[in-house]
Nanobody, 123 residues
Framework: EVQLVESGGGLVQAGGSLRLSCAAS????????IGWFRQAPGKEREGVSC????????DYADSVKGRFTISRDNAGNTVYLQMNSLKPEDTAIYYC????????????????WGQGTQVTVSS
């Protein structure tokens, strides 16, 4: 198994940037694909981005494409989500999750989840 801890959330003005981190421990990190998901108030949780175990494949939700960038540092056991040009609609709790061998934004495919980090974007 793998343990995941998100960090980097906070309050930012519209148009600003944040970088979220997902730190992993407890297993072989580079065996896992990592996804970022978010849940806004009153809405269902949705996929934001994902990255394969090697980093060779990435995917993004249409709503964040061109603004967010996912990357991973396997030596440091960390996946990052760089969020630029933030909008109030990006306000949500952001979660990272680990899936062995598969990079997908379908949340049922993920085995391990972090506790989430709050991102709030003011207008």
């Amino acid at each position: 198994e793998v343990q995941l801890v998100e960090s980097g959330g906070g309050l930012v003005q519209a148009g600003g940037s944040l970088r979220l981190s997902c730190a992993a421990s407890g297993s072989t990190f580079d065996n896992y694909a990592i996804g970022w998901f978010r849940q806004a108030p009153g809405k269902e949780r949705e996929g934001v981005s994902c990255i394969s175990s090697s980093g060779g494949h990435t995917d993004y939700a249409d709503s964040v494409k061109g603004r967010f960038t996912i990357s991973r540092d396997n030596a440091g056991n960390t996946v990052y989500l760089q969020m630029n040009s933030l909008k109030p609609e990006d306000t949500a709790i952001y979660y990272c999750a680990a899936s062995i061998w598969v990079a997908t934004m379908t949340e049922t495919m993920y085995d391990y989840w972090g506790q989430g980090t709050q991102v709030t974007v003011s207008s």
